[in-house]
């Protein structure tokens, strides 16, 4: 198996559910970034459950402790491990499921492969497991601030429900104030409702996260293999639950004729732009100065107390399945700082790729 | 700057499109497949212009030459090195945009970055760029096919236009039957009246291509950072034009509930299947043996003679720009062998990675 | 920074010596292989200082804790996380070397790339960070023990002391009667006066370790890049203190004639064998079935408490340097489990990487 | 297999002896970088053989051909493509192999790996295939004149005669004056004496070679796993024939005491230099601004046309063995612009990896 992903800027996730310990290693943080344990920790408050209406009840404390990589006050180049003990978790939930895998669970590929499947709590396919993301996000998050950037995720679409299009501070200021983290209110109110229907109803309904950079030079990225797009695709599309990711116009680059959509140049403040942003930042592999804007479709969690047909991998007989537990019936408001935390990885790590800020350290 | 892909299956590409040659190095193909130079050239006449009213009238010859890894009529373990010398290369068509970046073509990001730029063709930010996808693709193929695993694409929607479903035996008769690579005949003609169309006033047209892959064995791929859906979105989005991936039901999965979508296991002929395939054939970033389907969506391409604004990058003063030359009105139909081997690419990688193909020699 | 080695069984280390702890995550590992905390132990304990009159008196406890990738006493494929809380750091024995480098010792190096220099202990360059070396080692042998493969490593030299040869039987057996872990108790006694005798002066010593590993099958290793002994090579010579590594007959391979040292094979046991192993067991880059025997040269312990010169960093003037405190006066003995534990990591790579162990699942 | 080496600036080698052509691909070099196929060629006619009376009196052209990554004179960011068409093969010598291979020669692991054997001149076990390490060599050695960086290899041992050392300019002024690259010329003539004796007698010599790199800033590399002497050790083991390599004082720091040997620091035109360089430029893993010196040994050319014991492969019969042929009766001297190439390749490496050089623009 391999847990790590980035290349200069790295991390290694580790842990699972229902064992010891979660936490992630973040390899090549530069030397001299002011970072606490407070920096991270309000980053992993985000993804908390049992925070709001609309997420599980489960409570889980998630307090970060970080083994290494801080001297002073400032990281010192040496790799920052952050972890979480767990704790609160009920495996007697889950042995049911040891053979009978749940309908669109990665369970089933997970007893493939392995053999040997930790069926407690979903092992390392659990979601619990952005923790290890959300830890390198937070601290990708703040060596970008160094350079002026700035990434925020929002709800757009649950079920049938679409927000409004709104600038971008009106969005920063609107997710804070509504569980869904939807930057349009009126939508964000119906979203709440449609979700608590569908958890009434044992339930779960899909939706859109929308994730926008700015502040991202020109130049990161390269053309062919190791281009910015395709980086931000694996890693959003990496995020358990999600089955698509565009940029810019996305799709609906599908629908338009080139003259419709071709992003023409112009001059504003002595700097070249864009006149629309359809490429959502990305052109030809590499950023172009604009906004980068990602959005990525989240299914419904597979986890329905519904009943559903599955079988039992030993006798192949078939077998009625209901999944109870405390599961999030939609779980895209928690999912937001882990796009804005696969964002910030991919960025800072180009970012040092591409000579913007020094791999070693920060001050020279 | 990377040029490579894979890991244990590893293509490095180079080349420029009006440089001496392109092509491709695949290192890691286990010794004693059977491989010609034909197997190769076939695929790439699939991707070559000018043979069909929707491509560019440019004529490529394009023919391969292999220079190492094959001994006997059998690859050897050691590197496969594919080379096409370029030919009937106008360099005088380019030189206009040397300080003028075309609208939404990669030269800005190139300019930005490399300083350095090569305005003859789009240099390596070309199309042409995609035979070492192609080479590598080819390979691939070859290897998968020891596997019984068959990849094909096609393509479902340009502009407004969108095919039917068919099933996969009627889409690959079919695709060999219109210059569109379109699995529904009907679609295909209407397609093609719409693309020349477009290059009748001098515009493009943008749309969607499907790629699936049959026979692929359930557990490739791992459950976090290097998950089969991120390894393929990833690839696919490093097609140049492409701006949006899915997987299975892709974005539709926003708009339904789990109870809709889930797909429940069942038995057949002795095998755990699924009832339904909204997953697409990838459950928690691991395949579970159903097949593997994936849809792009590609932009129209950016080079358009219609009239669009730009600017002088050293005067930074507004400019009008007219992109002559002979440029495919819509690339979907030429893009579908990319996909199928950037497809076959990241497939051919993971067998090898799970365990499935010996790394060293496929005879052991 | 990066602190990760080997590809599909890969190790990697955090933590610095006055931090809150050090340890390895350990990526790749099958699943299903039998592993307890004990295996683990039991090698640490063999680098743990203050257990014999040769190595410093400092004691260590270092008792692992596993956070990650056990389930029900086996492996299950996820990343295997063993930490050491750090205890007894004395850090006000260190803040004298801020700026002022130890001659031969790292951190002027340090100081000149990451500006923020842990001075506490070495930070990152001190001997306590081979724990995570030891870790990784210690799954790699339990793994390796499975296809049969036996390493072990014994002090040969001591200044200039050295060890009559032995069969690998009674090395094995003598290494654990004598604190130097000389295969030759002879020796073993004189190896011990001296370095006594150096502690005594305030002084250090420098040897050579072998390390041999039988069982190995041929075929590990490739032709040009990732050669075995290119990959031995280096993660030997990344252990703090090692000047020099050698295969087989190394160095000595100066002095002869290819009539003389050329290793000619015969058949035993119906086996291809080579009647001498002066290629120590890689030929071409790839192990051929017999042993692998390779040396490190280790250097004098830099920190000696005689007087010696240095500079103020900061004013270049000229200053005098005794590191007091409770340093090794010869490694050499403690780096044995360090040899033994990196040549353990490159072996377990390479089985699963050429297809003698499955990547993913042992019992598979 | 894998044929890539060099993280930032990278090598991927191709092609055997006796196939169509042997090569590599240059990935990572900085745009900009003036660069012409003569700065390639004058690198490969170090190490042409024919050229003199101790090397084989086989003739190889070996004229380059840059097919990518130049544009008006200078890098353009891409790949660096460099192929040499094979000619003068002669595959009559190598057929008898086939089944019996050649003692302390790569061939047997090579058909227990790959079952498919290229028995013709080696396949990839070919001295031949270093033409790919000088291809990347020569590029690099370009890019470190940019940063004041010059590297030189020159033979110290021939079997039993040991050259004297000498200054580093007469050591650069006297290799181009023998034909041996022996810096001392005294020496040298004996060399060359033994070597013909050896020549004569059917038989072949070792011997060693040591790398001087100079004005390499302080703070290349790093402290555990991706270390500049671990790198080195790594690419040095990695050439065909090396059996040691060592740093600075090497195996003979195990005779030392550390207050022998520790190197001292001062200040010399304001500048911190340590009084010795026994630790041959690195300490801790990183380079110290002193000269960087290592020493490889070279095993005896197996090839020697003495008679030999071997076995058939397929019988396990005992079989004598000569091999006829034009082979090097000593390959030191060839092998000193490979190590100057292989020095260079980790070097550009690291100055990129470090922030000494850009990644993309040397411009910037």
Chains 1, 2, 3, 4 share one sequence.
Not at 33 to 61: F, H, N
Not at 132 to 141: D, F, L, S, T
Not at 173 to 201: F, Q, S
Not at 233 to 245: D, S, T
């Amino acid at each position: 198996m391999s847990n790590s992903i980035g290349e200069k800027f790295r991390i290694t996730s580790f842990g699972t559910s229902h064992g010891v310990a979660v936490g992630a290693i973040v390899d090549g943080c530069p030397a001299n970034l002011e970072l606490s344990q407070e920096d991270i920790q309000k980053e992993l408050d985000k993804r908390k459950p049992g925070t709001s209406s609309v997420t599980t009840p489960r409570k889980e404390a998630d307090e970060v402790q970080i083994l290494s990589g801080i001297f002073e006050g400032k990281t010192d180049g040496t790799p920052i491990t952050g972890v979480i003990f767990n704790k609160n978790q009920h495996s007697k939930d889950y042995s049911m499921f040891k053979d009978t895998p749940r309908p669109s669970h990665g369970d089933f590929g997970w007893m493939m492969k392995y053999g040997n499947y930790d069926y407690n709590g979903g092992g390392r396919g659990s979601g619990r497991i952005t923790i290890g993301h959300v830890i390198g996000g937070a601290i990708a998050k703040k060596l970008l601030k160094t350079q002026n950037i700035e990434i925020f995720s929002h709800v757009t679409q649950i079920g049938d429900i679409v927000a409004e299009p709104q600038d971008y501070d009106t969005i920063k200021e609107n997710i804070e104030k509504n569980p869904v983290r939807c930057g349009d209110l009126k939508a964000a109110k119906e979203m709440e409702e449609l979700i608590l229907a569908k958890k009434e109803e044992g339930d779960s309904v899909g939706g859109i996260v929308e994730t926008i950079a700015v502040n991202v030079p020109a130049g990161l990225g390269e053309p062919v293999f190791e281009r910015l797009d395709g980086d931000l695709a694996r890693i959003l599309m990496n995020i358990g639950a999600v089955k698509g990711v565009e940029i810019g116009l996305g799709f609906d680059v599908a629908n338009h004729f080139g003259s419709q959509i071709n992003d023409e140049y112009t001059v504003e403040n002595d700097k070249i732009i864009t006149k629309t942003n359809n490429s959502g930042g990305i052109i030809g592999g590499m950023s172009n100065g604009m906004p980068i804007v990602s959005r990525i479709a989240i299914k419904p969690t597979p986890s329905i107390s519904k009943c559903q047909d599955s079988i039992d991998l030993n006798t192949k007989e078939n077998k009625k399945i209901e999944i109870k537990g405390r599961h999030d019936p939609c779980i895209c408001p928690r999912v937001t700082v882990v796009a804005e935390s696969s964002t910030a990885i991919v960025l800072a790590d180009h970012m040092i790729r591409s000579g913007f800020i020094h791999p070693t350290n920060l001050k020279i």
